[in-house]
Antibody
Framework: EVQLVESGGGLVQPGGSLRLSCAASGFTVKTYYMAWVRQAAGKGLEWVSVIYSDGNTYYADSVRDRFTINRDNSKNTVFLQMSSLRVEDAAVYFC???????????WGQGTMVNVSS | QTVVTQEPSLTVSPGGTVTLTCASSTGAVTIAHYPNWFQQRPGQPPMPLIYSTNIKHSWTPARFSGSLLGGKTALTLSDVQPEDEADYYCLLYYGRGQLVFGGGTKLTVL
């Protein structure tokens, strides 16, 4: 079964760091592009970052230079390293991928990040 | 900064038809944006409905359809069911890995 499971969310103070993980099963992360999408409470979806099969990475303007996406092929896991966190980064972070022709056709259940003092 | 605009809310009667649209601040939406549509119910991750403008996923009900309409991309729901009440999001591709979601449409079935 194709599945994405996020972990690593929690409460962090402004200016702090957190690393999110996305463990994939049923497919290999190095073969497909993997993305992070976030959703603040009561708000819409916001694309955050993507890593392509060739290793190229891209970021939304709101997180560029603060967040880093990478993957560990041996663990079949994608990570989102978040630093210099701001209150406005608080959200549910979803891991997502495309295994077919869609931009995104599979989603994880999400992990919640709270940024507060 | 690119902005993708959707109707904030729409209301439709059961059995009716409704069209949700998605516009780009950069100009007309085209097939090169690979328009995708998602449905999201409270507390759930988004569920993919449509990709590449008008292609349904295997799980997408036949009453959902996608199109390009007057410089926008559109999602049309026919014979609307009570369970279609949800938030709907479009997603567009702008090259160099950049993806942008629309602000979402809250669809009420009343």
């Amino acid at each position: 079964e194709v599945q994405l499971v996020e972990s690593g969310g929690g409460l962090v103070q402004p200016g702090g760091s957190l690393r999110l993980s996305c463990a994939a099963s049923g497919f290999t992360v190095k073969t497909y592009y993997m993305a992070w999408v976030r959703q603040a409470a009561g708000k819409g979806l916001e694309w955050v970052s993507v890593i392509y099969s060739d290793g190229n990475t891209y970021y939304a303007d709101s997180v560029r230079d603060r967040f880093t996406i990478n993957r560990d092929n041996s663990k079949n896991t994608v990570f989102l390293q978040m630093s210099s966190l701001r209150v406005e980064d608080a959200a549910v972070y979803f891991c997502a991928s495309s295994l077919g022709g869609a931009l995104i056709d599979i989603w994880g259940q999400g992990t919640m990040v709270n940024v507060s003092s | 900064q690119t902005v993708v605009t959707q109707e904030p809310s729409l209301t439709v009667s059961p059995g009716g038809t409704v069209t949700l649209t998605c516009a780009s601040s950069t100009g007309a939406v085209t097939i090169a944006h690979y328009p995708n549509w998602f449905q999201q119910r409270p507390g759930q991750p988004p569920m993919p409905l449509i990709y590449s403008t008008n292609i349904k996923h295997s799980w997408t009900p036949a009453r959902f359809s996608g199109s390009l309409l007057g410089g926008k991309t559109a999602l049309t729901l026919s014979d609307v069911q009570p369970e279609d009440e949800a938030d709907y999001y479009c997603l567009l591709y702008y090259g160099r890995g950049q993806l942008v979601f629309g602000g979402g449409t809250k669809l009420t079935v009343l």
